[in-house]
Every structure is written in structure tokens, then in C-alpha cells.
């Protein structure tokens, strides 16, 4: 697997960008704030990173190089589900390493983001090895690529579909929802999972049904 390899001065500017983001949130950085942090003028920035979407891209392959640097295609004792399973929980641990990480990442480009688009084709690769057709390993990447993107995008959000700050004057709608004001309530304990259990459950779905539609195709 091939990398973009940083420069020491990229790397710095990287570094100092991330320190901002998780101060900032992505939509107040800026270039002019990094060189500041780091007591350079701004241009002494735009040498290295022509804008802060060309900024954000190398990011994004920054914190995927962290988690996915040594990416491997599926060895043949490995089940398909197992090593999909990792490495998508590799794919979250790194949107989730810096606030609205899950943004950065989304919406990154191939290059300079090139780590993603190699877990696209070793996923793709690997579950073909195992027999699965190219259609089917594309539905099943992609569904839990995309799921993995929402569900972390939500999750750096910060806000949940039903909360304290609602209207006491719409409880007219809610009240006649009683099974999802029961889901949301937090004070029940079987409706109460952390983000990553909650994760896991929906990667699982994914996974068990894709394993069950192989299985039928094959009879």
C-alpha cells in the first residue's frame, strides 16, 4: 500500500490544525488562525496547502494513515465478516480522533486522501477472494462504508432527534408517538447503549444480512 508521505513542515501544520479543530470545530479553522498558533505569517501556509480544502484533505489522510497505515488485503484464513468488521472499526476510530473528524473524512478526496480509497479496493479485493461476487462486495463495502460516515457524522453532532429543548407545545405530535418516545428515553436502561455498542449493533445487521443473502444465493 502506497502513502503520502508528509514533509516536517506539513506535519507541523497538520498537527497545529488539529490541535484547533478539536478547540474549534471544523467550520471555524482557518488558515490564518493555524499560522498564528504557529508564528508564521499566512503565506508561509499557502506554500504548503494552496487552500483550506487542500488543508483538510491531508488531514483526512493524516488521521486514516493512524489507525489504517498498515492495511492488509484478507488472508485466506481470515473470515470475510471478521476482517470487514476491523477494519471498518478502524475506518470509525479515525473519524472519531479529532472533533467533526467524521466530516473531514467524508467528504475527503482520494488524493491526497489516498488511505480511503486503498480501504475501498482491499475491502473490495478481500471479500471477493472469498468467493463473494463483485456486485455483492460493492453493495456490502459501500452499505457499511456509508452507514460508518453517517452514523459517525451523527454521532460528532452533538444532538439527538428528541431533546429538553423541544416546545412543551408540540408535545401534541410527540405524545401520540409513544414507541419513539420510549427509544429516546434515556432513563430506561435497555434503550440506553453507548455510541459504540450502538455501532456495533447496526454494523452487525449489516453484516449478518449480507451473509445470509450470499448463503441463499449460493443454494
Request: hydrophobic residues 40%; glycine residues 6%; charged residues 25%.
Amino acid at each position: 500500500m502506497e502513502k503520502i508521505e508528509f514533509s516536517k513542515r506539513q506535519l507541523e501544520i497538520i498537527q497545529a490544525a488539529i490541535e484547533l479543530l478539536d478547540e474549534k470545530g471544523y467550520n471555524e479553522l482557518s488558515l490564518r488562525d493555524i499560522a498564528k498558533k504557529l508564528d508564521v505569517k499566512a503565506p508561509a501556509i499557502y506554500w504548503h496547502f494552496k487552500s483550506k480544502a487542500l488543508l483538510v484533505d491531508y488531514i483526512a489522510e493524516y488521521l486514516l494513515q493512524q489507525t489504517l497505515g498498515n492495511l492488509k488485503i484478507r488472508q485466506n484464513d481470515e473470515k470475510w465478516q471478521d476482517w470487514l468488521k476491523e477494519n471498518i472499526l478502524e475506518l470509525r476510530n479515525a473519524m472519531l480522533s479529532v472533533r467533526d473528524g467524521g466530516r473531514i473524512i467524508t467528504g475527503a478526496h482520494f488524493y491526497p486522501a489516498v488511505t480511503l480509497a486503498y480501504l475501498i479496493e482491499y475491502c473490495l479485493v478481500s471479500l471477493r477472494s472469498a468467493g463473494i461476487s463483485n456486485k455483492s462486495s460493492r453493495t456490502i463495502v459501500m452499505t457499511a462504508i456509508h452507514y460508518t460516515f453517517g452514523h459517525v457524522i451523527e454521532e460528532q453532532s452533538g444532538t439527538d432527534t428528541l431533546d429538553s429543548d423541544i416546545p412543551t407545545d408540540s408535545f401534541f405530535i410527540f405524545g401520540s408517538l409513544p414507541n419513539l418516545i420510549e427509544i429516546s428515553d434515556p432513563t430506561i436502561t435497555e434503550n440506553t447503549l453507548s455510541n459504540e455498542n450502538e455501532f456495533l449493533c447496526g454494523l452487525q445487521l449489516i453484516l449478518d444480512g449480507a451473509k445470509s443473502i450470499i448463503s441463499n444465493q449460493k443454494n
